[in-house]
T-cell receptor
Framework: AQSVTQLDSQVPVFEEAPVELRCNYS??????LFWYVQYPNQGLQLLLK??????LVKGINGFEAEFNKSQTSFHLRKPSVHISDTAEYFC???????????FGKGTLLTVNP | EPEVTQTPSHQVTQMGQEVILRCVPI?????FYWYRQILGQKVEFLVS????????KSEIFDDQFSVERPDGSNFTLKIRSTKLEDSAMYFC???????????????FGEGSRLTVL
């Protein structure tokens, strides 16, 4: 069975600082990987995804992530964060014919002025 | 841009009452899902639905839960007799099939917050 580990439950950073949100997964087969963002009192919005091809994927709002198969990781990065990036970020893995997503526990990114 | 819509946005109910949460998936999508998120916890898979039947369900999705796609557009989640621990945000999601330009992405609705008293 697949699982997703987000190592940090909370990450506080100052505005304009770089940030990395860590995600590791376990799966016995090829997977699709996703990062979703959830702003307060809102639904889930896709930030970026890895399906195949280049291991460095770029998403919305200046975020990017790198798929590392040997380390089974898919860490999310942004070189310079803004206060509006404050949100909960979920890493998710999809496998199998149902394409269901298994989510990590989430990382709360708080950007301070 | 097409989107998944969910109603109601918030429902308060008494323990033991039946609740129906409604979702309108994106019109040409073929795969449908329900997830839930208990306050402060992770998003958990409940059930997936494809070709007019449940394709997979989690341990959470017991006999108190059921799903229906009654009219080809709505996708409903029914909780027969609600318990306090059913209080959560429930998200509906849909995904396109391969012939309809599938990008691998699940599109989520804004969620329905259920509060059981």
């Amino acid at each position: 069975a697949q699982s997703v580990t987000q190592l940090d439950s909370q990450v506080p950073v100052f505005e304009e600082a770089p940030v990395e949100l860590r995600c590791n997964y376990s799966s016995s087969v090829s997977v699709y990987l996703f990062w979703y963002v959830q702003y307060p009192n809102q639904g889930l919005q896709l930030l970026l995804k890895y399906l195949s091809g280049s291991t460095l994927v770029k998403g919305i709002n200046g975020f990017e992530a790198e798929f590392n198969k040997s380390q089974t990781s898919f860490h999310l990065r942004k070189p310079s964060v803004h206060i509006s990036d404050t949100a909960e970020y979920f890493c998710a893995v999809s496998e199998g014919s149902n394409y269901k997503l298994t989510f990590g526990k989430g990382t709360l990114l708080t950007v301070n002025p | 841009e097409p989107e998944v819509t969910q109603t109601p946005s918030h429902q308060v109910t008494q323990m033991g009452q039946e609740v129906i949460l409604r979702c309108v998936p994106i019109s040409n999508h073929l795969y449908f899902y329900w997830y839930r998120q208990i306050l402060g916890q992770k998003v958990e898979f409940l059930v997936s639905f494809y070709n007019n039947e449940i394709s997979e369900k989690s341990e959470i999705f017991d006999d108190q839960f059921s799903v229906e796609r009654p009219d080809g557009s709505n996708f409903t989640l029914k909780i027969r007799s609600t318990k306090l621990e059913d209080s959560a945000m429930y998200f509906c999601a849909s995904k396109a099939g391969r012939l309809a330009g599938d990008t691998g992405e699940l599109f989520f609705g804004e969620g329905s917050r259920l509060t059981v008293l």
